[in-house]
């Protein structure tokens, strides 16, 4: 665009010229500084084959096969993720299906061994004919949360004295269901090996069977484990006698509750080892009603705030 300086070379060198058309103009001097004529050469450079449009055409190809090549790689990647995770899937899932069945043989093990020991609990509860032969008026509602019950009911009859017991061991299922047989087993020795027919006697002696039975000189597995209580005694000339732990008895007279209550201790647990309980008397008329029964009948959860 501009004239160089003058010079005596006969010859001019450029380097990196781009692509373009170009016009070399060149002119020269005498040693009197006459100008000679102009000359004008016009020259074209065309770029090299790395900027040219088929090259660009092949750039864009290539770009375009390798994002498609990417794209194929991350798919294969990802189906071979997929079949791993599917194969995970499908050790675990067999996992847990022989996991399953060793659960369910497991529990159906443990249902039948339950389901046995209702057989067996059921065997030491007085059979309702049993009961009928004492109290020809009567009716028994026993219906345990679980399969074997921490309740239980009992039945004696000695010297003309009609004994009945209804107790509520501590815990449900299981573990109350030995309870209940503890305290089934204590009663049958106190009332008719014993021969003792002393509601408050009993209780007494079935506090410190329970006790006796649960005691050990390890304070860390002492056991706070026992029942709530309420038994009752009827001669023939009418007169109850009854004990209590915890449990009330209710007597309905023409439609008037009459309430006895208990003792706020219970037999077990906490209760001191030479507790006396106490017995009341209460002369029965015809035709009242006696109600007996655990705390798993009136404790029902209900109500507005669900107490």
């Given at each position: ?5 003058w ?6 060198q450029?380097?990196n010229?781009?692509e373009?058309?170009?016009?070399f ?24 084959w ?43 899932t ?5 996991k ?35 109290f ?11 399969i074997v ?10 010297k003309?004295n ?8 501590t ?5 109350g269901?030995?309870?209940?047989m ?12 014993e ?73 077990g ?10 017995e ?8 009242d ?19």
């Open positions: 665009d501009d004239w160089s300086e010079t005596t070379e006969s010859k001019k450029y380097t010229l781009l373009g058309n170009y016009t103009k060149v002119r020269s001097r005498n040693a009197v500084n006459d100008l000679g004529i102009e000359t004008v050469f016009r020259f074209k450079i065309i770029p090299p790395y900027r040219g449009w088929l090259a660009y055409v092949v750039y864009v190809l290539a770009l375009a096969l390798f994002i498609w090549f990417i794209v194929k790689l991350s798919v294969y990647r990802l189906k071979l993720a997929n079949l791993k995770l599917e194969g995970i899937i499908k050790l675990r067999k996992e847990i299906r022989e399953n069945e060793q659960l369910l043989d497991a529990l159906t093990d443990i249902k039948d061994s339950i389901n046995y020991a209702k057989r067996l609990q059921e065997a030491i509860l007085p059979k309702q004919s049993e009961i009928d032969s004492v020809p008026e009567n009716f028994v509602f026993f219906a345990p949360r679980d019950s921490g309740d239980f009911y009992w039945l004696s009859e000695r003309n009609k004994l009945f017991v209804v107790a509520d061991c815990g449900h299922g299981v573990p269901a030995f309870v209940s503890l305290g089934n087993d204590l009663l049958n020795h106190i009332v008719n090996d021969t003792i027919n002393n509601p408050a006697l009993i209780l007494t002696l079935l506090n410190q069977g329970v006790q006796n039975a649960f005691r050990s000189t390890d304070v860390k597995t002492n056991s706070n484990d026992g029942m709530d209580i309420s038994i009752i005694s009827i001669n023939e000339k009418l007169i109850l006698k009854y004990s209590g732990a915890n449990r009330p008895l209710f007597i309905v007279r023409k439609n008037e509750l009459i309430e006895l209550k208990p003792d706020k201790t219970a037999i647990g906490r209760t001191s080892f030479e507790f006396k309980f106490e009341q008397s209460f002369q029965l008329h015809k035709n009603l006696i109600y007996m029964f655990s705390d798993g009948y009136t404790d029902q959860f209900g109500g507005k705030k669900g107490k």
